[in-house]
Nanobody, 124 residues
Framework: QVQLVESGGGLVQAGGSLRLSCAASGRINYGMGWFRQAPGKEREFVSAISWSFGSGTTYYADSVKGRFTISRDNAKNTVNLQMDSLKPEDTAVYYC?????????????????WGQGTQVTVSS
């Protein structure tokens, strides 16, 4: 059983930055993803990273490409999401997720373990 705990959310003005972290209870030799859900909307893919001995292959939603950067620290069992140039439309609860496999995908149903989420609010 893998437990995931997100941190780093908060309130920021448009154009600002936040760094989200996801800490896992054990080794996460898994593909990891970040998803978000805004009020009244479905959960959507944000970014994902595969597991490897190196940095892993990364994936981004078109809406965040060039602004967000995902990374992982295998020694610390953490996955981070650096969010720059934030926009009001980035406001959502952000969830960290882990797959039972080393590859990463864009589909929420591929992920077995989920964190409780952290709120990100971007004011205009």
């Amino acid at each position: 059983q893998v437990q995931l705990v997100e941190s780093g959310g908060g309130l920021v003005q448009a154009g600002g930055s936040l760094r989200l972290s996801c800490a896992a209870s054990g080794r996460i030799n898994y593909g990891m993803g970040w998803f978000r859900q805004a009020p009244g909307k479905e959960r959507e893919f944000v970014s994902a990273i595969s597991w490897s001995f190196g940095s892993g292959t990364t994936y981004y939603a078109d809406s965040v490409k060039g602004r967000f950067t995902i990374s992982r620290d295998n020694a610390k069992n953490t996955v981070n999401l650096q969010m720059d140039s934030l926009k009001p439309e980035d406001t959502a609860v952000y969830y960290c997720a882990a797959r039972s496999g080393m590859a990463a995908t864009r589909m929420a149903y591929d992920y077995r373990y989920w964190g409780q989420g952290t709120q990100v609010t971007v004011s205009s």
